[in-house]
């Protein structure tokens, strides 16, 4: 047997006792907090599967760099969570105290808080890698500058070169906290010229 195999089967086994030690924990707090019994093994999935997505998206490699910030981001945050949740749990269970308001009020917005969290990490792994204003600058600077020099707002610049009106702005934006003048000079008709 290979000493990847056994890695492998260690961390079977420490993932499984950890995962069930956590889930004990996370679903008894949900019923300190006033979860229904019948719900209260739901904060937990919620946590566990959070951190999952986020590390698979992070150690995945294969997502744009943004993509695997945030999911970095979410992964340590939902791991710490859970160990902060878990102490939480069983402090409270060990000297039979009740939650303070607080305290339920941030666990029950736990559920919603990482959704929202997934939702934003599953728009950025369906992004591509470059964004469109990038394309934009490769693909047709000179347009863009003479669009820019010739006054084009927002709107003119995504209509005349096919992107969305907030990668104009970005483009508008660019343009004005670098200084750089436009690529092109604008002639007296109005017209760009090199």
Do not use: K
Not at 7 to 16: D, E, I, K, P, Q
Not at 42 to 50: E, H, K, N, R, T
Not at 108 to 120: D, I, K, N, R
Not at 161 to 167: F, P
């Amino acid at each position: 047997m290979s000493a990847r195999a056994v890695l492998y089967g260690l961390l079977s086994v420490v993932a499984g006792a950890a995962a069930v030690l956590s889930f004990a924990a996370l679903r008894d707090l949900a019923l300190l907090c006033g979860f229904a019994s019948q719900l209260a093994w739901l904060l937990p999935v919620v946590v566990d599967a959070g951190a999952a997505a986020g590390s698979l998206v992070w150690l995945g490699g294969r997502t744009a760099r943004s993509a695997r910030t945030f999911a970095r981001a979410l992964a340590l945050a939902l791991l710490g969570l859970s160990v902060a949740a878990n102490a939480l749990g069983h402090g409270l269970e060990a000297f039979r105290l009740a939650p303070e308001w607080w305290v339920v009020v941030i666990v029950s917005a736990v559920a919603p808080a990482v959704l929202g969290a997934v939702v934003h990490l599953a728009v950025l792994v369906s992004r591509p890698d470059d964004p469109p204003v990038a394309a934009a600058d490769t693909d047709g600077p000179a347009e863009a500058d003479a669009l820019i020099a010739a006054g084009a707002g927002r709107r003119r610049l995504a209509r005349e070169l096919g992107i969305s009106e907030y990668e104009a702005r970005q483009l508008l934006d660019r343009n004005r906290t670098t200084g750089e003048p436009p690529l092109l000079a604008v002639n007296g008709s109005g017209r760009a010229t090199p």
